[in-house]
């Protein structure tokens, strides 16, 4: 895990690892400041506690079915889940895509890109025992419904991650399993 770099560069989140000076400044002058959307302890230092408790309230952490003893399911790794589950898992908690979402900015309880693409993650997950609960976390006042889609989060993603398209699953599973359908 790395992703501890990112800030603001000439007013666009990045990972500052892989920002060449020379492609980012703009009339010979380049500025730093902390990343966006979170409290800031000092200079370019951000307090991230608000982005992992929202981790936290997406239902992001694993629950497994199995116990340690059990043998492990083997899954096809073209199956449609799994495939959805690789697109989100890639995810190095850099909060870059958090500093870019205007929903973020203007909802405090949002809970965000990378949280609910964690979450997506999960849902697809069939080894995961957690799926109503975290449907029933990612549904409400700042979840996923209130994502306005417009993909800002993907166009900054330095991994090249789509929250949007998480966010756009969860929508739709939460809406079927809010009509009783199958979600998996
Ligand atoms: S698409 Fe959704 S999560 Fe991404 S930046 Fe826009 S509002 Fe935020
Ligand atoms: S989704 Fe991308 S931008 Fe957002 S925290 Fe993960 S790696 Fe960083």
Redesign the pocket.
């Known amino acids: 895990m790395c992703g501890s770099c990112a800030m603001t560069v000439n007013g666009v989140p990045r990972w500052t690892c892989r920002t060449h000076v020379d492609k980012v400044a703009g009339d010979g002058a380049v500025t730093v400041g902390p990343l966006r959307n979170l409290p800031v302890i000092k200079d370019l230092t951000v307090d991230m506690d608000p982005f992992f408790d929202r981790w936290t309230a997406a239902g992001g952490v694993f629950e497994p079915t199995g116990a340690r003893d059990d043998a492990v399911p083997v899954l096809s790794p073209g199956m449609p889940a799994r495939r959805a589950a690789d697109a989100a898992i890639k995810c190095i908690n850099c909060a870059v895509?958090y500093a870019?979402?205007?929903?973020?900015s203007a909802n405090p309880d949002y809970l965000?890109?990378a949280a609910?693409n964690r979450a997506w993650s999960l849902v697809n997950d069939v080894k995961d025992g957690a799926l109503d609960a975290r449907l029933t976390a990612v549904s409400g006042a700042g979840g996923c419904h209130?994502?306005?889609?417009?993909?800002?989060?993907?166009v900054h993603c330095p991994n090249g991650l789509n929250?949007?398209a998480a966010?756009v699953g969860l929508k739709r599973a939460t809406v079927r399993a809010a009509l009783g359908r199958k979600v998996r």
């Open positions: 895509c870019a979402c205007d929903v973020v965000g890109p609910l209130n994502c306005h889609s417009q993909q800002g989060c993907a929250p949007t966010i």
